[in-house]
């Protein structure tokens, strides 16, 4: 789980390393303008989208320049259409135009990851499952781009190798078996999920008989799963991965798993396309 605590450090911490990349010793084109002068300026939208990413923007603001005003006409979690505005902001134009990339660059990105996870759960609203992102995240990145994907109605698998066990094939070939590797991970950290990644009906079986808490189904056949959720009932719950995408979810989902997980939610990053006008 993503403490408000933890994002935020990680939020000032993103953006301070985004500056620094675009800004270095100091934006020399704004300083053209004279430094009194101020400015507003407005962010549109060019594309229907899923928003997020607001805190990130004002972040940008508050380190450039604390004395700029920025009004919201959006929320994270809205879905906008194109040249919608998304927000006005009011201030020395030298620090609007500095900041104008950095800060556009988390909304697009972050709201990129929303529209699309919007667009999976849209998919399956019909059914009870629950989409899942992974852990193929932007470097650095991770706590940003898992925040998005709440904001487009999915939901975060763990966030990092710290906070619950996910057993796959070679930690099981190092254990000696499934029951052995269950065994140990309640002895490390008693009071952490346990999940089995399981590559067939028998090893799924064994997780079960393991006690597993999660169970991966690992690229069984819709045949397979379908069985999966008929012999596992309330044991443990189950969660389907492996090469899913648009044109395979809708079935997989209707199979009655209680989960999918989807790498393409985060790491095939489409952004928005945004634009800023100075007034």
Not at 192 to 210: G, I, M, R
């Amino acid at each position: 789980m993503i403490t408000p605590e933890r994002l935020r450090q990680a939020r000032i911490e993103n953006v301070a390393q985004s500056l620094r990349e675009d800004m270095g010793d100091g934006d020399i084109t704004a300083m053209l303008i004279p430094e009194h002068k101020r400015a507003t300026a407005r962010v549109i939208t060019r594309e229907s989208a899923t928003i997020a990413g607001r805190a990130w923007v004002e972040e940008v603001f508050r380190q450039v320049d604390p004395t700029v005003t920025l009004d919201w006409q959006v929320a994270d979690g809205d879905t906008v259409a194109p040249d919608q505005l998304l927000f006005t902001m009011d201030g020395a134009a030298r620090s609007l135009l500095g900041a104008e990339r950095a800060a556009l660059n988390w909304l697009q990105t972050l709201s990129g990851v929303a529209t699309a996870c919007a667009a999976y759960a849209a998919r399956v609203a019909h059914t009870n499952v629950r989409l899942l992102d992974t852990r193929k995240t932007l470097p650095g990145l991770r706590l940003a781009q898992k925040y998005a994907v709440t904001c487009g109605g999915c939901y975060n698998h763990r966030i990092g190798l710290w906070d619950a066990f996910l057993i796959k094939e070679n930690h099981i070939a190092a254990c000696g078996s499934i029951a052995d590797a269950v065994r140990a991970a309640r002895q490390i950290a008693p009071g952490k999920p346990v999940e089995v990644e399981t590559e067939n009906l028998d090893e799924l079986e064994q997780a079960l008989s393991a006690g597993a808490d999660i169970i991966m189904l690992d690229e069984f056949t819709l045949e397979d799963m379908r069985t999966a959720v008929a012999r596992t009932g309330d044991r443990a719950k189950l969660e389907a991965s492996g090469g899913i995408n648009a044109s395979t979810l809708v079935p997989i989902a209707e199979t009655g798993v209680d989960y999918i997980s989807i790498g393409a939610l985060t790491k095939d990053v489409k952004a928005v396309d945004l634009s800023m006008r100075l007034d």
